[in-house]
């Protein structure tokens, strides 16, 4: 059973507006949350976390939010641009390793 | 520069015929992971090693084996390889099991024909 799940395969949005990638977990034990970053032809690379003490995480364009009652996390980036357009991985940490998601594709359109 | 190199970076086999992929890493880092991705599926991890001498399987171990004789290197073992392992093979490293921000290789590309 999925225990992190996107359930939007993909995403597409016009330059300038914001995206929101969203990602659910089930297991209330993950303590750690993280976003990758994935072009193709490379590895996956680190762009944003969170820790369950927090509700909330910001790094300039990027926001991570966490609602743990509703075992939910989001990525909002704005103003969303055509460098963006990437396919996004949520992970969940349990211990050091990492759970992911099976990944969004976002598009971002100019 | 840091960074985590994975060789060879694509690789066209047959079944039943071993092969192991390189991992290394500069960094000195103590945990390193193996993960495929296949469309669909996302990253699953294969096995992973917390340090030296150290290693524990993830979510889908079979057909793999890992070791984990120094450091800086975590080699992917397939000793009978078969089609289902076709796959995207990432190798990763992070500092340790409490900091989960893991450096990824630039993977390795396998078809087992």
């Known amino acids: 059973d999925q225990q992190v799940k996107q359930n939007s395969p993909s995403l597409s949005v016009q330059e300038g507006r914001i995206s929101i990638l969203n990602c659910d977990y089930t297991?209330?034990?993950?303590?750690?949350f993280l976003w990758y970053k994935k072009y193709p032809a490379e590895g996956p690379t680190f762009l944003i976390s969170?820790?369950?003490?927090?509700d909330k995480n910001e790094d300039g364009r990027f926001t991570v939010f966490l609602n743990k009652s509703a075992k939910h996390l989001s990525l909002h980036i704005v103003p969303s641009q055509p460098g963006d357009s990437a396919v996004y991985f949520c992970?969940?940490?349990?211990?050091?390793?990492?759970?992911f998601g099976k990944g969004t594709k976002l598009s971002v359109k100019p | 520069e840091a960074q985590v190199t994975q060789n060879p970076r694509y690789l066209i086999t047959v079944t039943g015929k071993k092969l192991t992929v390189t991992c290394s890493q500069n960094?000195?880092?103590?945990?390193m992971s193996w993960y495929r991705q296949d469309p669909g599926l996302g990253l699953r991890q294969i096995y992973y090693?917390?340090?030296?001498?150290?290693?524990d399987k993830g979510d889908v171990p079979e057909g793999y084996k890992v070791s984990r004789k120094e450091k800086r290197n975590f080699p992917l073992i397939l000793e009978s390889p078969s089609p289902n392992q076709t796959s995207l093979y990432f190798c990763?490293?992070?500092?340790?099991?409490?900091?989960?921000?893991?450096?990824f290789g630039p993977g390795t590309r396998l078809t087992v024909l």
């Open positions: 990763a490293s992070s500092l340790g099991t409490g900091l989960a921000e893991q450096f």
């Open positions: 297991n209330s034990m993950f303590d750690y």
């Open positions: 969170i820790s369950s003490i927090k």
């Open positions: 992970a969940a940490s349990p211990k050091g390793n990492l759970i």
């Open positions: 960094m000195n880092h103590e945990y």
């Open positions: 090693s917390m340090n030296v001498e150290v290693t």
